[in-house]
């Protein structure tokens, strides 16, 4: 593989060029490990892939990659957040290790930066950093202004059949809790496992969770009734073909590794339950799709134990 010459962005170069208004700890997130574009301090010394220059003699990153191709647990990355795009200030070997080995996410305490000017970057934000405050939820990505607003809605109206069901006030995270768990991850496998995701290459999982429920709705309203989840995300497989499965099962099984702030059980259980349902469904009708979900289902390293 030829060496990568062209350097990293600077945080601190970038950061000049905008006027900043406040800096704000955002905590432990779920990053993709594409959108970390820089560094803090070391820009100059590293490829742009994050490893060192000459990796294959450096026994420290050699220990890293050891490490995280085993499925070590190991501490989240530190990273600064400036206008959606993530800098590392330390963890730069676990980055390039990260890369390396084709990981899709990496966890990461997070200082976000905000710029002075008004910008849809900056209203994004704000956004994100609101939702995640109120409702416990830190993965959910989304790239434009607007959505993280729609999707607090879509949760408020959810609390509101929790608490007319459980005939009490249940909190806003309870709610959001459930409405991950019971709304939120059932559309996301089903887009995983009908490969709809590969579809919208450019989309963020999220993204596609908004564009189902737009579907969902018109579909609904055209037919007097509520067509359902399933219906749904066939009516855009077909409009909008898939080109077979791959390593996107990462982003669903993420969660298996995250709780959402307040009592209850990792919220990824929810999503592995859900994965291992499917794959016993698909055995019997489609046993070369059944294989591709196990077989990234036994991939994944859930805290160096795997799904079991």
């Known amino acids: 593989m030829p060496e990568c010459r062209r350097l990293l962005k600077s945080f601190n170069e970038e950061l000049g060029s905008h006027a900043l208004a406040a800096q704000r ?61 993530y800098y590392v200030l330390d963890g730069h070997h676990r980055v390039g290790a990260a890369r390396e080995i084709g990981m899709t996410f990496i966890d990461a305490d997070v200082v976000q930066f905000l710029p002075n000017e008004d910008s849809p970057a900056r209203q ?18 989304l790239q434009d202004p607007g959505g993280y607003p729609r999707l607090a809605r879509e949760i408020d109206e959810h609390k509101w059949i929790l608490s007319e069901a459980a005939e009490r006030e249940v909190s806003l995270k309870e709610a959001a809790r459930g409405w991950y768990e019971k709304v939120y991850t059932p559309a996301v496998v089903a887009m995983m496992t009908r490969g709809l995701a590969r579809s919208f290459p450019d989309r963020t999982l999220a993204e596609i969770y908004l564009l189902i429920e737009d579907e969902k709705w018109l579909a609904s309203e055209g037919a007097g009734y509520d067509v359902g989840l399933q219906q749904v995300v066939d009516q855009l497989v077909d409009r909008y073909p898939a080109h077979g499965l791959g390593r996107e099962l990462e982003r669903v099984l993420i969660g298996v590794r995250r709780e959402v702030v307040g009592a209850g059980r990792a919220m990824g259980e929810v999503v592995r339950d859900e994965l291992i349902r499917r794959i016993e469904l698909a055995a019997p009708v489609d046993p070369d799709a059944a294989a591709v979900f196990q077989a990234d289902a036994d991939r994944m390293s859930i805290g160096g134990s795997g799904l079991v």
């Open 25 to 85: 700890l955002i905590g432990l997130r779920t990053v993709r490990v594409d959108w970390i574009v820089g560094s803090v301090g070391r820009a100059d010394n590293l490829r742009t892939d994050f490893r060192p220059h000459r990796y294959r003699e450096n026994p420290r990153y050699r220990t890293m990659l050891g490490l995280m191709e085993q499925g070590a647990a190991l501490p989240p990355v530190s990273l600064y957040e400036l206008l959606s795009e």
């Open 124 to 141: 994004l934000s704000f956004e994100r950093a609101n939702f995640e405050l109120n409702t416990g939820l830190r993965d959910i990505d």
